[in-house]
């Protein structure tokens, strides 16, 4: 059982996921209409979604000294506001508004997705597979939501792309709101002595580098998908709201797998097995996604790549927490491997742009994603193994 003044802080994170791919996930739908109205390329309008990943790239390590510096609590609350600004200015104007707005976002996001494992790990370390599965259960419904949306907004409602994409305040709200009560407690928060290790120390260790390509590999998949899994699904003859709420369905399929995988996973003495389960089931989505060709199959597919999505996702961040030994550790090794991993993820949405722009098919794109699921359970092999980032600490040993 939770502890009563533990309930608003588990409400609190449940809001701050909500945010963390909302903003993003609302976009795919719509990037045929944004394309159109401001008459930019395929390679710019995937600029949309690799300009925030380059954002969590050069700013997850500042956000990590942050949380240390000025409390994690007014640190993400502080993000929280800019998170605002973002939407607000995103739909303001043309494309230079456009991607300022995203840029913000991608700002206020990335010291959410640096400091909530610290949070985590520190706040409940007996609980860290439930909490990370409500993290994790959190973004996957929300993003889900946003996805299927987003075309019956903009078009049934007759909202445009630029007031639905402003709808999506309302969460962040929301979260500015539900966070509040955390600036209260911020000066109670425990105090870690100043960690033996470094960001450079950590880059020493080929672990934190498994980790690390494991978070930036399925990060690539992921936010390749949300940009052009909608376009995809539309060469095969989908409407654009079917295509939108497709997308939708993958992520809200995955939530199941988003919520069970952190909890086997902490009980686990090794997590290769379930990596390794989780990639195959990604490889067999995405080949039938490139070799479909009715409406069974193409769901099916779809599901597939969502369940195993919300898995490698989920042990992304599990990772993170159970290859540290301790809070402090757990915010160093988020802030490289985010850094790091979101570097690898930012190019993958442009690329696929301006493969499709080169290729007019999705399929060498699809080819491109199987091959990058291979190097993806070759990383999540080697996180995987039952040891801290730093060898001298051994792990407990969790009840199976």
């Known amino acids: 059982m939770l502890k009563y003044k533990n309930v608003f802080l588990v409400l609190g994170i449940i809001f701050i996921a909500s945010n963390l791919r909302t903003p993003l996930t609302a976009v795919g739908p719509l990037v ?31 956000s990590s000294k942050l949380g240390t510096k000025i409390g994690n609590e007014l640190a993400i609350f502080l993000s929280l506001i800019v998170l605002t600004a973002g939407i607000l200015l995103r739909s ?3 494309s230079a508004a456009l991607f300022a707005g995203t840029f913000l976002i991608g700002t206020g996001i990335v010291v959410g997705n640096v400091l909530i494992p610290s949070i985590i790990k520190q706040k409940f370390p007996d609980k860290m597979g439930l909490i990370t599965s409500i993290f ?15 075309v019956p907004l903009a078009n049934d409602l007759h909202l445009g792309w630029r007031q639905t994409l402003l709808v999506w305040i309302l969460v962040a709200v929301a979260a500015i709101i539900f966070w509040l009560p955390q600036l209260y407690h911020r000066e109670k928060a425990v105090k870690v002595a100043k ?13 934190a580098w498994q980790v690390t390509f494991f978070m930036g590999l399925q990060s690539f998949l992921f936010y390749c998908f949300i940009a052009w899994l909608p376009a995809i699904l539309q060469s095969h003859g989908l409407s654009k709201a079917t295509a939108g709420w497709l997308l939708s369905f993958s992520q ?18 090794d997590q290769r097995g379930i990596t390794a389960i989780s990639c195959l089931i990604y490889f067999m989505g995405l080949l039938g996604l490139l070799l479909s060709k009715n409406m069974i199959l193409l769901t099916t597919s779809v599901a597939l790549i969502g369940v195993s999505g919300g898995a490698c996702f989920s042990l992304a961040f599990t990772f993170i927490g159970l290859r540290s030994s301790n809070g402090a550790q757990a915010a160093v090794l988020s802030g490289t491997a985010q850094s790091a991993g979101y570097l690898l993820a930012a190019t993958g949405p442009i690329l696929i742009g301006y493969l499709f722009d080169y290729t007019q098919t999705w399929a060498s794109s699809i080819l491109l994603w199987l091959i990058i699921t291979l190097f993806l359970l070759y990383a999540g092999l080697g996180a995987g193994r039952n040891q801290y980032i730093f060898p001298m600490v051994e792990p407990k040993q969790s009840p199976n």
């Open 32 to 62: 045929s209409d944004i394309r159109s109205d401001l008459g930019i390329s395929s390679g710019m309008t995937g600029f949309l979604t690799t300009l925030p990943l380059l954002t969590f790239a050069v700013l997850s390590l500042p």
């Open 92 to 94: 303001a104007g043309g």
């Open 136 to 150: 994790s259960i959190a973004m996957s419904l929300s993003a889900g939501i946003s996805s299927g949306m987003s």
């Open 195 to 207: 960690p033996s290790f470094t960001v450079n120390s950590v880059w020493h260790s080929s672990l």
């Open 252 to 269: 809200i399929i995955a939530i199941p797998a988003s919520f069970i995988v952190p909890i086997l996973a902490d009980r686990l003495n």
